[in-house]
């Protein structure tokens, strides 16, 4: 507890990041050198939980694949593909034994994996676009039947406490650079946002880590105040 109050106190005033990573091949290659953490996230469990055995998936935004290799581990009978703007972490994709394409923005995600999805994945990157509507509109053009998105939260209690007390914008989970995300929602933003592109929020859950069996489950049900980051599992209204 006395290490969580620290690390929240020096989260309230320290300055913004600006360790700048150029674009996102280059990002990905600073964190492959560096050594990816081989721990399997909470997010990473509480959407594997949910996911039906022998579904298909795409993940937008797969990263390195580290998601479709823990399902994979969880459920061999998925049909898995990935795709990310960064070349560098579709390498690493590939490497996994996983299927998987580069996207560049200029073709329609459809145009690369041509065929319906029973789940799409979007996992810490609406926050990365400036056009998150048109991403999401992509996603639900795959017809899934679940959709899980994880976001940072902008409404968490240490980002109020940064801006009210710091005199600081929050940051929301970033590595290395601010500029790395240019949305913001709260948990009852999301919802409303999530409405209004034609889908219903039908779970919704902090990621808790840590190894307090009550932060955990603090943080796990009541995230618009607690959580740093939250998981949505949404379903579209058409299904």
């Keep these: 507890m006395i290490r969580y109050l620290l690390n929240a106190i020096t989260s309230i005033f320290s300055p913004m990041p600006l360790n700048d990573f150029g674009d996102y091949d280059n990002y990905w290659t600073q964190r492959l050198a560096t050594g990816l953490p081989g721990t399997v996230l ?30 994979r581990s969880r459920n061999p009978s998925s049909t898995l593909f990935g ?47 400036v056009e998150a509507e048109a991403l999401f509109k992509e996603a639900l053009s795959f017809t899934p039947r679940q959709i899980f998105v994880t976001l940072p939260n902008a409404g968490f209690i ?33 919802r409303q946002w999530a409405s209004a592109m ?28 607690f959580a740093a980051q939250v998981i949505f599992e949404l379903t579209p209204l058409s299904k």
């Design 83 to 129: 795709v990310d703007i960064a070349a560098t972490a579709i390498a690493r994709l590939k490497e996994r034994g996983i299927e998987g394409a580069r996207i560049d923005g200029s073709t329609p995600l459809r145009g690369v994996a041509n065929r319906d999805m029973d789940v799409a994945v979007l996992m810490e990157v609406l926050e990365h676009t």
């Design 198 to 225: 034609g889908c219903h929020v039908t779970a919704c859950a902090g990621q808790a880590g840590g190894r307090n069996p009550l932060s955990r489950l603090i943080v796990q049900h009541f995230p618009s105040l």
């Design 158 to 190: 240490v980002h109020r406490l940064r801006l009210m007390f710091g005199g600081r914008f929050p940051v929301t989970t970033i590595l290395y650079h601010v500029k790395e995300h240019v949305r913001f929602w709260t948990v009852r933003d999301f």
């Design 42 to 71: 909470p997010r990473y469990q509480w959407i594997a939980d949910r996911i039906p055995d022998g579904a298909s998936v795409i993940d937008i935004g797969c990263g390195d694949g580290a998601f479709l290799a823990y399902l």
